[in-house]
């Protein structure tokens, strides 16, 4: 009787016939055909064979994979052997690309996510040479985070397994800083951080040195320039004139990009400008030549009175920041219409809503700003740091498991506010800031990939149920668990003088914001942030000279049930990465499988806003329009945005300017470029 099985890395592990029935039965629903009791019965017999061949010996992972091959062929089941066989070569490709990266992979991810642990986050000895396993880095992750629980006289180790479990099950994972730099010398751990710059040099090269130091330690910034004297004003120390906010961006932006965040990735920025500022014009469009300003997104702070008068007309005025001087009017909607006509252009500018921002915000000061991709307002010196729920790892026969998700939400919660007690701060302003009000922002991913296991279209107005009744269950289990944390460690400092103090404690001041999620949704193997899937298929270069054809493997599993799948289909769906368009797809499929392009922009909006309705924060999420949208489109996008209560929007329009997606594309990410 076999006891026991050789792996590939040498391994001596315990022999399980149940993996080889349930490999066979993976088999025969690829073919679309329901097994049955066939697989149970077939794993006998290969075990059987097997026992007959290594009487004497231990066989290894492939000596039975060959003999259930040699099983599903003699027993007539030639289909299923085919996809068996199909599936061990990829198996094989996929082995042989990631002995290529040069990682050891425990965990049994994706090329793509290993490919990226290796390029951001895996720890690297002085040679530069990866010396960590992404179980490993987990591991790092949950011992360093956990060490706060004993602060509080809390269970060190129970935690430290908890944390290590979700994070390893891929269920929930933290902002890239995090697992990068948790446990390791530099341990800065937050994501986001926002900037004061005054109207002075000193300020401003001083924002311009935190900058830096922040970038250095793997963080995005985020500034408003919107106290810079304007382009022309009096500079009375010198008797000479100010060039102006756009000039001084420039030099944030050349520093930018000469600084790679934590020696790992290039920095990122987001610049904001009061929509009455005097040099508006110019910052709306200042990205539109190529080259400029290619580390920082850029977006107009506008004022409810703006929105108004843009839809309904009327001029704003323009105010010198230095001076509270009147300097000039101008259309609401000509301005409208030209952020709309830029943002059509390439992308930016995006607006945020700022009034409505700082009616949300629990506390009296003002918010300027944002974080790079604009989900985590905060207030000068303030970092944040985010995580995200995987939805897609929630679903069980095809509903979503709540319990899960509310012991995930408390989780998640708890070890984001032991992750503030164990950051190193780059500055003692932001540990200062940070520390009076404890800002976390637990978020989602997956959310397209969890709706496609729900049998429910993105662009259906379930999918809008569906968002607003998750967010606002991770709201309030999230919130709820805040409470119990201030209860037990105390609340933020600043608890007394906020919107939360009608609670009898709060640990935390904002507790939810969904992020882009751009690379941890590719380590966790799942579509980004709340976006709908890009694409269906990619070709993807591995291996040197070699590539790689990846289809969803939902649409894959589906198309086999089906019976519709082919090599052909594959082919087709790589070159077009949509199948609306695709004669012999069941209707039902391709209103399940709808990507980026095929959602209408307004339900891109609706899905925005039913976050935003329970999220503390803000929400990212861009808008895609396709390539012949016109500005009239942006502009229809913008006011939906403004009265379904977004705290501010982001438009796409596809091939209008380089970008980090594209249809057909050999290499591809999905989600903002700039947040992890």
Not at 452 to 470: C, F, G, H, Q, T
Request: include cysteine; proline fraction near 4%.
């Amino acid at each position: 009787m076999i006891k026991s099985i050789r792996k590939r890395d040498g391994r001596i592990v315990q022999f399980n016939s149940e993996k080889i029935a349930a490999a066979i039965a993976k088999a025969f629903r690829a073919v679309g055909d329901d097994p049955g009791a066939i697989p149970a019965k077939l794993a006998c017999k290969a075990v059987d064979a097997a026992e007959q061949k290594f009487q004497k010996s231990v066989p290894g992972v492939e000596d039975i994979q060959d003999i259930v091959e040699r099983t599903l062929i003699e027993e007539g089941y030639a289909e299923a052997a085919k996809a068996y066989i199909l599936y061990r070569q990829r198996r094989a490709d996929v082995r042989e690309a990631k002995c290529y990266l040069g990682v050891a992979d425990d965990l049994k991810l994706s090329i793509n996510a290993v490919e990226v642990l290796k390029k951001r986050y895996l720890r690297r000895d002085e040679r530069g040479e990866v010396v960590e396993t992404p179980g490993e880095m987990f591991a790092r992750v949950a011992d360093h985070v956990s060490l706060a629980e004993g602060r509080y006289g809390c269970d060190v180790e129970g935690h430290r397994l908890k944390f290590l479990r979700m994070m390893r099950d891929l269920d929930f994972l933290p902002n890239s800083p995090t697992l990068m730099n948790a446990g390791l010398d530099l341990g800065q751990l937050s994501a986001c951080f926002v900037l004061p710059v005054e109207d002075s040099l000193t300020g401003i090269f001083d924002s311009l040195k935190h900058m830096a130091l922040i970038h250095q330690s793997g963080g995005g910034t985020g500034f408003s320039f919107s106290s810079l004297r304007p382009k022309g004003d009096v500079v009375r120390a010198t008797g000479g004139v100010a060039s102006g906010p756009v000039s001084f961006m420039r030099i944030f932006d050349t520093a930018t990009d000469v600084i790679k965040q934590g020696g790992r990735r290039r920095g990122a920025n987001m610049g904001v400008l009061r929509i009455d500022h005097p040099d508006i014009m110019e910052f709306i469009e200042a990205k539109e030549r190529p080259g400029i300003l290619e580390n920082f997104n850029i977006s107009v702070a506008a004022t409810d009175t703006f929105m108004d008068k843009a839809r309904s007309g009327g001029e704003i005025q323009l105010v010198n920041p230095r001076s509270g001087e009147v300097t000039g009017s101008i259309e609401a909607a000509e301005l409208m219409n030209l952020i709309a006509t830029s943002a059509w252009r390439g992308g930016d500018p995006g607006i945020i809503f700022i009034d409505r921002i700082n009616a949300a915000h629990p506390f009296p000061a003002q918010i300027e700003a944002t974080n790079p991709c604009g989900e985590q307002p905060l207030l000068p010196y303030e970092s944040c740091n985010l995580g995200s729920i995987n939805l897609s790892r929630l679903v069980e026969r095809g509903e979503l498991n709540w319990d899960r998700l509310r012991d995930l939400v408390s989780l998640a919660v708890r070890f984001l506010d032991d992750v503030i007690d164990m950051n190193r701060y780059p500055l003692r302003q932001i540990q200062i800031a940070t520390m009076q009000s404890r800002k976390i922002g637990l978020g989602v991913m997956g959310f397209a990939e969890m709706l496609i296991k729900m049998n429910v279209s993105y662009s259906s107005p379930d999918a809008v149920r569906l968002a607003e009744e998750i967010m606002s269950f991770i709201s309030a289990e999230g919130r709820a668990e805040s409470a119990r944390l201030g209860q037990a460690r105390g609340s933020f400092p600043l608890f007394e003088q906020s919107k939360l103090r009608r609670w009898d404690a709060m640990r935390n001041s904002t507790v939810t914001t969904i992020a882009p999620t751009g690379t941890i949704s590719i380590i966790a193997g799942t579509s980004s942030g709340i976006e709908p899937l890009f694409a269906l298929a990619f070709v993807r270069h591995v291996l040197e000279g070699a590539r790689l054809l990846e289809v969803s493997p939902l649409f894959e599993r589906a198309a086999h049930a089906r019976g519709f799948y082919s090599p052909e289909l594959r082919a087709e769906i790589a070159r077009k990465g949509s199948v609306q368009n695709i004669a012999h797809v069941p209707q039902d499929i391709k209103d399940t499988f709808v990507t980026a392009l095929d959602v209408p922009p307004q339900q891109h909006v609706r899905i925005q806003a039913a976050f935003q309705k329970y999220t503390d924060n803000a929400v990212s999420k861009t808008v895609n329009l396709p390539s012949d949208a016109t500005v009239s489109d942006v502009l229809n996008v913008y006011n939906l945005a403004y009265d379904l209560g977004c705290k501010g929007v982001t438009v796409f329009r596809y091939g209008s300017r380089s970008q980090v997606l594209y249809l057909g594309n050999l290499e591809t990410l999905p989600g903002c470029k700039f947040c992890g």
